[in-house]
T-cell receptor, first 109, second 114 residues
Framework: LAKTTQPISMDSYEGQEVNITCSHN???????ITWYQQFPSQGPRFIIQ???TKVTNEVASLFIPADRKSSTLSLPRVSLSDTAVYYC??????????FGAGTTVTVRA | DTGVSQDPRHKITKRGQNVTFRCDPI?????LYWYRQTLGQGPEFLTY????????KSRLLSDRFSAERPKGSFSTLEIQRTEQGDSAMYLC????????????FGPGTRLLVL
């Protein structure tokens, strides 16, 4: 599985847009990019997945440049309840998810 | 859709004791996964089942660990002769045949070995 690099932590304020960039220089042709969110004492929750260009759902947007060596998760107008750890995963949708340490996003009032 | 459930949510045991955790996946999800998560780290893959067949086990799953999914529904994870290093959150996830790429996680079982 391709290794990913993402910031350890990010701080934001309510109502702001949060962008988390993940680097995956060795991404393979068949790999997808997937983001999960995890609150304390809960299991991770699927947020969004993409292969190229842009994907948007009711929770977030995922931007993937043409070379696919990085991706950016965008959380619009965050609230206090968006405080969580966000994981970037890269893989070919095989069974084995490989999580890194994730990015701890802290939203302040 | 009631989600993935795990039982118990918390378990405290003494070193050397055996513990067993249960996971009930979302109904009709044919794949079931076990992960372990230690403080400050992301979850690490342990093993997974497709229906009742255990198809892969991580090197993290020592001989003291055993997992079963006897009828392709719920699963159990047993740890024999627990060690303090086994203290972690044990997470279960499941996925459906039509969307294998999306795993739905349960709340986890937090194990503390004294």
């Amino acid at each position: 599985l391709a290794k990913t690099t993402q910031p350890i932590s990010m701080d934001s304020y309510e109502g702001q847009e949060v962008n988390i960039t993940c680097s995956h220089n060795n991404i393979a042709t068949n790999d997808y990019i997937t983001w999960y969110q995890q609150f304390p004492s809960q299991g991770p929750r699927f947020i969004i997945q993409g292969y190229k260009t842009k994907v948007t759902n009711e929770v977030a947007s995922l931007f993937i440049p043409a070379d696919r060596k990085s991706s950016t998760l965008s959380l619009p107008r965050v609230s206090l309840s968006d405080t969580a750890v966000y994981y970037c995963l890269v893989g070919d949708n095989d069974y084995k998810l490989s999580f890194g340490a994730g990015t701890t996003v802290t939203v302040r009032a | 859709d009631t989600g993935v459930s795990q039982d118990p949510r918390h378990k405290i045991t003494k070193r050397g004791q055996n513990v067993t955790f249960r996971c009930d996946p979302i109904s009709e999800h044919n794949r079931l996964y076990w992960y372990r998560q230690t403080l400050g780290q992301g979850p690490e893959f342990l093993t997974y089942f497709q229906n009742e067949a255990q198809l892969e086990k991580s090197r993290l799953l020592s001989d003291r660990f055993s997992a079963e999914r006897p009828k392709g529904s719920f699963s159990t994870l047993e740890i024999q002769r627990t060690e303090q290093g086994d203290s972690a959150m044990y997470l279960c996830a499941s996925s459906s045949p039509s969307r294998q790429e999306t795993q739905y996680f349960g709340p986890g079982t937090r194990l503390l070995v004294l």
